[in-house]
């Protein structure tokens, strides 16, 4: 297994900029909407619920979320939401498909440091058209070698991305704010995984560290990630 590295891969949302705080305003709103049929807690439930379900029809993303809330409502309302609630929550995810980029501390920095010695590709899930609405925006679209726009993130797809765009997993590090879907399967390739943990954290990304792994990395923010770089590499 090579050890030096020659291609870093980036997260996206929550990982480079704020996404998750989005999602957990609007799921407020829907609670407030659906307050006299179901609490809150119980609200949350069904919705996580929905939205494990609808992944394999409609992906990550807001488009999907809105369904599943749409879908929710329907279903704790036994059919009688009022027509009024559901332009409310497709108006939000409207909202949400708008809302301004903010990127989080260092995401700039260390983009720009680790592309001058690397090559840097950015691999994210979501909807195509609303993750290349954020990339342009940003501002960082210039500094990517490659962007990855895929529906689920597992080791199979690190190997071909990393693949196409540097000299295969073992020499390739991923960066990000998941263990499930960012960490765990690019350590399981042979690649590096670097954990940044981010406040909020969807509940269907959560997992567990990779047990064992002499790859594996975490840190509290992507301020230190040059220097991770520079030593593995």
């Keep these: 297994m090579q050890k030096n590295l020659t291609t870093i891969g980036f997260d996206a949302d929550d990982t480079l900029w704020h996404n998750e705080r989005f999602f957990r305003l609007t799921q407020e ?41 749409i879908e929710t409502a329907l279903e704790v309302t036994e059919h009688r939401v009022p027509g009024a609630v559901i332009a409310e929550l497709i108006a939000a995810g409207q909202e949400m498909l708008a809302h301004p980029i903010e990127l989080l501390p260092h995401a700039r920095a260390a983009v720009e440091a680790v592309a001058e010695t690397h090559r840097v590709v950015l691999i994210t899930k979501g909807d195509l058209l609303d993750q ?10 210039e500094l990517f070698d490659g962007v990855e726009i895929v529906s689920e993130k597992t080791a199979e797809v690190y190997g071909r991305v990393f693949a196409r765009y540097g ?25 590096w995984g670097v954990f940044v943990p981010h406040g909020l954290v969807w509940e ?12 594996f990395h975490e840190m509290p923010d992507l301020g230190g990630l040059p220097d991770l770089v520079a030593e593995i590499g």
């Design 29 to 69: 709103r829907f609670a407030e909407l659906l307050a006299d049929h179901a609490e809150a807690d119980h609200l949350a439930e069904r919705l996580l619920a929905a939205e494990r379900r609808n992944l394999g029809h409609y992906g990550y993303g807001v488009k999907g979320f809105v369904l599943s809330m």
């Design 132 to 141: 290349e609405r954020k990339l342009a925006q940003s501002g960082l679209g």
């Design 167 to 191: 000299d295969g997993a073992d020499r390739a590090m991923m960066v990000g704010n998941s263990m499930r879907s960012d960490v765990a399967p690019a350590v399981h390739a042979g690649g």
């Design 204 to 215: 269907i990304e959560r997992a567990d560290p990779p047990e064992g792994a002499v790859r």
